[in-house]
C-alpha cells in the first residue's frame, strides 16, 4: 500500500500458502530435434556474415512461445543469436545468426532453444553444431 507522499509498504514475505493442483498443467518442454546450419566456415576479414540455423520443434501440449538460436566461442561467450516468436506452430524454425566482422577466429557452437507458453524450455544440445571463424583483419 502507498501513502499520499508516496511511502510503500509491504506485508513481507511468506504471509501466506496457496496450494495449485493442476492436473492438465503443462510440464513437458518443447523437443528441438534435427538442428541444421548453414554455411559450417565463414570469413569474417572484410565484413559481418549470417548463419542460417533450422530445427524442428515441437510441443505436445501448447503453442511454441519463443524459438533462439545461439553460437558460442569456445570460451563460453555469445558470438551471436537470433530469435523468433511468438506463439508458433510446431515445425521447423529457422533463424540468421549474424557474427560480426570484430569476431576473432574460432571456433562456434551453435545451440537452438525453445520455449512454450507455460514456460517450459527445451534446448538441442551443446556441441551440436561447429562452425569455423576465420579473421585476417
Known amino acids: 500500500a502507498y501513502d499520499i507522499a508516496g511511502n510503500g509498504g509491504t506485508s513481507g514475505d511468506a504471509v501466506g500458502v496457496i496450494n495449485v493442483t493442476n492436473t492438465s498443467g503443462d510440464d513437458t518442454a518443447p523437443v528441438v530435434s534435427n538442428l541444421s546450419y548453414s554455411p559450417t566456415s565463414i570469413d569474417v576479414s572484410n565484413g559481418a556474415q549470417t548463419i542460417t540455423v533450422s530445427a524442428d520443434i515441437n510441443d505436445s501440449q501448447n503453442l511454441i512461445y519463443r524459438v533462439r538460436a545461439i553460437a558460442f566461442t569456445q570460451s563460453g561467450s555469445i558470438a551471436g543469436d537470433c530469435e523468433k516468436g511468438y506463439n508458433l506452430s510446431n515445425g521447423n524454425h529457422s533463424c540468421n545468426i549474424t557474427i560480426p566482422s570484430t ?26 553444431g561447429v562452425i569455423t571463424v576465420i579473421n585476417n583483419g
Open 103 to 128: 569476431q576473432v577466429s574460432t571456433t562456434l557452437t551453435i545451440r537452438m532453444i525453445a520455449y512454450d507458453i507455460a514456460g517450459n524450455g527445451g534446448t538441442s544440445g551443446d556441441a551440436v
